[in-house]
C-alpha cells in the first residue's frame, strides 16, 4: 500500500494509458517495420541477389536486410533522398522565417486585436492538409489555373505548376509553406511573449537599432523555441503525405516523391510490402541526425546558462 501512496507511482499509473497508446501505435508498428524490411518475397528480392551475385549463394540469400540494400542500386532512391532533404530544408527555413515575421507583426498589435489576427492566421494550420492542398490544386490547374489567369495580365505564363519537375517542386514547397508556417507564427509568438520589455527598454536608452535589438535580444531568448520548433517541423515535414500525394502524386516522373509517397507507391500500390516498409525507415538515420545535433546544441546552452 506504501508503494501506491508514492507521487511517483501515482503519476505513473495516471501516464500508463497514454504509455500503452504510444507502444501500440508507435512503437509496435516500427519493429514490425523492421521486421517487414528483412524479408525479401518479391521481384526486388530477385534483383538485388543478382547484384549480390559475387557472394556464395548461403550468404547471398540471407544478408539481412536485403531490402535496403537493394534499395541502394536504384537511382530513383536517390532521387527521393535528395528531394526529400530538399523538400525539408527549403519548406522549413522559410516556414521559420515567415512564421517569424508574422508574429513580430502579431505581437506588436493591441492586445484587443490581438486575437482576431491569430484565429486568421492559424486558418491554413487548422485545416486539414489534404482539403486544402484540393483547393491549391484548383489553383495550379493547368486549364482554368487563377494564379495562370492573373500573370496574364503581365504577360506572363502560363506556367505548368505541376508538369515541369522544377515547377512541382516548387509548388509542393509553396503549399507547405502555407500550410506549416502558423505554427512557426504561435510558438513564436508565445516566445516573445516572454521576452522582457525591459531589455528592449534598455537597448533602445543605448542607441540600439531595430535590427540591433532583434539580433542581440530577440534571437538570442527564443533560441531554444526556435530550434525545438524547427526539429519538430522537420520530423513532419520529412514523413509528409498528404500535400504531394493530392497535389502531384509525385509526378511528374517521380520528381516530386518523397519518402512516405514513394514507399507508399512501392509498398500498396505496388504490392512490395517489405520494399516500402524499407523505404520509410530509411527516414530514421536522417532524422536521428538532425535531432541530435539540435538537442546537443540547446543542452549546451542549457549548460551554459
Not at 89 to 114: C, E, M, R, S, W
Not at 249 to 272: N, Q, V
Request: charged share 10%.
Amino acid at each position: 500500500m506504501r508503494f501506491l501512496k508514492r507521487k511517483s507511482t501515482v503519476a505513473f499509473l495516471m501516464a500508463l494509458p497514454l504509455i500503452l497508446l504510444i507502444a501500440v501505435l508507435v512503437i509496435y508498428p516500427a519493429f514490425y517495420a523492421i521486421y517487414l524490411s528483412s524479408l525479401r518475397k518479391s521481384m526486388a528480392s530477385v534483383a538485388w541477389m543478382r547484384n549480390c551475385s559475387w557472394l556464395p549463394d548461403a550468404i547471398c540469400t540471407r544478408i539481412p536486410f536485403g531490402n535496403i540494400q537493394f534499395l541502394f542500386t536504384r537511382e530513383t532512391f536517390w532521387m527521393v533522398v535528395w528531394q526529400s532533404c530538399l523538400f525539408a530544408i527549403t519548406a522549413v527555413i522559410f516556414k521559420a522565417l515567415l512564421g517569424f515575421i508574422v508574429a513580430h507583426f502579431v505581437h506588436n498589435i493591441p492586445d484587443k486585436g490581438q486575437r482576431k489576427w491569430r484565429g486568421m492566421l492559424l486558418i491554413p494550420w487548422v485545416i486539414p492538409p489534404a482539403m486544402s492542398t484540393l483547393a491549391w490544386l484548383w489553383l495550379f490547374d493547368p486549364s482554368y489555373s487563377a494564379f495562370n489567369y492573373t500573370l496574364s495580365f503581365f504577360g506572363i505564363g502560363p506556367i505548368p505548376w505541376t508538369g515541369n519537375a522544377n515547377w512541382a517542386r516548387f509548388s509542393v514547397i509553396l503549399v507547405n509553406i502555407w500550410v506549416g508556417a502558423p505554427f512557426f507564427m504561435i510558438m513564436y509568438l508565445a516566445a516573445l511573449k516572454s521576452v522582457p520589455d525591459q531589455l528592449y527598454e534598455a537597448a533602445a536608452i543605448d542607441g540600439a537599432n531595430w535590427w540591433q535589438r532583434i539580433w542581440y535580444i530577440t534571437l538570442p531568448m527564443m533560441r531554444n523555441i526556435i530550434a525545438i520548433t524547427a526539429l519538430f517541423s522537420t520530423i513532419v515535414t520529412f514523413a509528409n503525405f498528404d500535400i504531394v500525394r493530392v497535389l502531384t502524386a509525385g509526378g511528374p516522373i517521380d520528381k516530386t516523391h518523397l519518402f512516405a509517397t514513394w514507399a507508399f507507391k512501392i509498398g500498396i500500390e505496388g504490392s512490395d510490402i517489405p520494399l516500402g516498409a524499407s523505404v520509410s525507415l530509411f527516414m530514421v538515420p536522417i532524422l536521428m541526425v538532425a535531432a541530435i545535433f539540435i538537442l546537443r546544441d540547446i543542452n549546451q546552452r542549457g549548460n551554459e546558462a
